[in-house]
């Protein structure tokens, strides 16, 4: 066992779990915060995407262990309280999901894109959004509509 | 996954010691291809020695004609540093289609050259631009480094700590990526360096990353696409899989070769 303390969605926690735990089991068993999902448990699919100290990464792929002490956002901490946050008021507003297993990894993977792409002065072309979108499996969609959310998104982040 | 003791590294002579006095100790460093072996149980390490906090395993740095590169760096740093993409934008290019952006956030050039998946790219890139890796105890050329299929010459408990790229007078990298993987099929890394012409391929050949020797022949009297028209690479050195035979692989090393040349 190891003692595990991290700050998630603005919030100090710390548990103590066996070295063998995965963020994301870190995440959605000790944390209870369900939003993150489990998707294939392969890295291929992205269900699972969280933010580690400002990056995207895949929580079934990273021990809770080696991001200990670092900052974490899910989907749950991205709304202002009943506020949503941009990207997830785009995903409402373009039906960006069917079923919506998909949409939380959807969700981190689009907001780490567009600060990415923001902060580098590069445009987020659609190509770019279909491109930095490899990691994420929709199988619903046809991915238009994420892309449309997308893009949505972006120009409203944009101008605000 | 296998229960496992996991310990932080604060330095490369602290992993090195940690992990020799652990039974079966394994080196963890973005993990993007150790946690998924392991939570299929195809790895069952007694300890993990955790890397990726080790400051002198950080970052980029370019002295002269030499790009330095800390082997725990992830490659989207690789991808998106300006230096690299100055100084040889091959490899920052050949950095920034590896994976998907979330693995390219935690995997690290140490992590897949010590791997040498097949398939990666890494390994086309460093021996393309016949990198020095730098490890703990010793110095290696890429040549001697790379040993076939998951092979490598490391010895039990030594730790790449950097790659050492000279900088080419030209290069480029295509590939061909697995539609579900992002591993290459068929990965080519063509170079005009100092050591002469260089063709590194990935992803195709059946004992891992190879020099195709016949192709730097031809693009060192012409370095133009047109050279390798007649140039053809033997399909019984080829991998074949679900993916692709072995005359399919054969056929798409030309064909990356031709792109790498043209793009260079």
């Given at each position: ?5 991290m700050?998630v ?23 209870r915060?369900?939003?993150?999902h ?27 262990a080696?991001v ?37 990894g ?17 445009e ?20 238009h ?15 605000a | ?37 392991m ?18 395993m950080q970052g980029?740095?370019v002295a ?29 290019a ?22 040498n998946d097949?398939?990666?790219d ?9 990198a ?12 001697d ?32 990526p ?18 002469g012409v260089?063709v ?19 693009l ?11 140039v ?8 074949s ?20 040349v043209?793009?260079?």
């Amino acid at each position: 066992m190891t003692k595990i303390s991290m700050t998630v969605n603005d919030k100090a926690v710390s548990r103590d779990v066996p070295d063998n735990t995965l963020l994301v089991e870190f995440i959605r068993e000790n944390l209870r915060l369900t939003g993150t999902h489990v998707g294939c448990d392969t890295s291929q699919c992205g269900a699972c995407v969280v933010h580690v100290d400002g990056k995207a990464i895949k929580s079934c792929t990273t021990l809770a262990a080696s991001v200990d002490g670092a900052t974490v956002t899910t989907v749950e901490g991205l709304a202002n309280g009943k506020e949503l946050h941009p990207v997830q008021q785009a995903f409402k507003d373009n039906h960006g999901l069917q079923c919506g297993f998909c949409t939380p990894g959807m969700i981190m993977s689009a907001t780490d894109m567009i600060a990415r792409y923001q902060a580098s002065g590069e445009e987020l072309t659609e190509a770019a959004i279909r491109h930095e979108l490899e990691g994420n499996i929709c199988r619903c969609t046809g991915y238009h509509n994420i892309v449309k959310s997308i893009q949505d998104a972006a120009a409203k982040m944009a101008n605000a | 996954m296998f229960d496992t003791t996991y310990h932080r590294a604060a330095s490369v002579a602290d992993a090195a010691e940690t992990a020799a006095k652990a039974d079966d100790a394994a080196y963890l460093s973005g993990g993007q291809t150790l946690l998924p072996t392991m939570k299929q149980r195809l790895a069952s390490p007694s300890d993990l020695v955790d890397l990726s906090q080790i400051a002198e395993m950080q970052g980029i740095s370019v002295a002269g004609d030499t790009v330095t590169i800390g082997a725990g760096t992830p490659h989207a740093d690789v991808a998106g540093s300006t230096d690299v993409q100055n100084a040889i934008p091959a490899l920052a290019a050949l950095a920034g289609n590896i994976g998907d952006p979330a693995v390219r956030a935690r995997g690290t050039l140490g992590g897949s050259i010590a791997n040498n998946d097949p398939a990666a790219d890494y390994p086309a890139a460093c021996l393309g631009l016949n990198a020095t890796i730098v490890t703990n105890t010793r110095e290696l050329a890429a040549a001697d480094f790379f040993e076939g299929l998951f092979e490598t010459a490391l010895e039990e408990g030594e730790i790449v700590t950097a790659v050492r790229f000279p900088v080419p007078s030209r290069a480029a990298y295509a590939k061909f990526p697995n539609p579900a993987s992002r591993y290459a099929m068929a990965g080519v890394m063509v170079a005009q360096t100092g050591d002469g012409v260089r063709v590194a391929v990935t992803g195709a050949g059946n004992d891992g990353v190879f020099r195709h020797e016949a192709m730097e022949a031809a693009l060192g009297t012409n370095w133009s696409a047109d050279a390798l028209a007649d140039v053809s690479t033997d399909a019984d050195d080829m991998l074949s899989d679900m993916h692709g035979s072995a005359e399919y692989r054969a056929h798409l090393v030309g064909v990356m070769a031709k792109r790498a040349v043209e793009s260079a």
